[in-house]
């Protein structure tokens, strides 16, 4: 099976210019999530959706930042304009829902992530 | 608050032997699951390993275990017949399905550097 997709995987844009990332889950998963990752900062989750619905939020840094899940095999996070403090590694990661807490099914799986650089 | 620390931002392993990856972590869940990532110089994120709260035996996978101990919240990985191919950085993380609607929570990782 095909694992979680992202595109593109590096990116160099200048500052002030819209920066959209994109991402296919999993098949079947129903749990989407978008994480930052920088050496100051580590791993930070931005947005989680479930069901194509973002029940989340609060870790998107600010209003440049936005992100859809127009269908369950789609997302993408969109930051505009970009600045050079967005520099990070992005990663898009999916998940099922395991019911019970002993399920594997509760593994959340990574894409390879978009590395961006804002100039 | 849910958190993991992971409290050896480095370690050293000569090729071959055993290592173990310290992770504890805080939750007032009693469901939740607990994770360990490996990140190659590459920078994909590769799972490997899995442990349920509800779990009496501790997770194994080839080379990995988890060392599960409830009681003391920890949840170490043991990489046994360290490998080159071994280095890497290593996170823990933790999930809460039911009360955390479902976010992974991750440690600041362990660097692992296994030597010839």
Known sequence: DAGVIQSPRHEVTEMGQEVTLRCKPISGHDYLFWYRQTMMRGLELLIYFNNNVPIDDSGMPEDRFSAKMPNASFSTLKIQPSEPRDSAVYFCASSSRGTPAGSSGNTIYFGEGSWLTVV | ?116
């Open chain 2, 1 to 116: 608050a849910q958190k993991i620390t992971q409290t050896q931002p480095g370690m050293f392993v000569q090729e071959k032997e055993a290592v173990t990856l310290d992770c504890t972590y805080d939750t007032s869940d009693q469901s939740y699951g607990l994770f360990w990532y490996k990140q190659p110089s590459s920078g994909e994120m590769i799972f490997l390993i899995y442990q349920g709260s509800y779990d009496e035996q501790n997770a194994t996978e080839g080379r990995y275990s988890l060392n599960f101990q409830k009681a003391r919240k920890s949840a170490n990985l043991v990489i046994s017949a360290s490998q080159l191919g071994d280095s890497a950085m290593y996170f823990c993380a933790m999930r809460n399905i039911y009360n955390q609607g479902g976010k992974l929570i991750f440690g600041q990782g362990t660097e692992l550097s296994v030597k010839p």
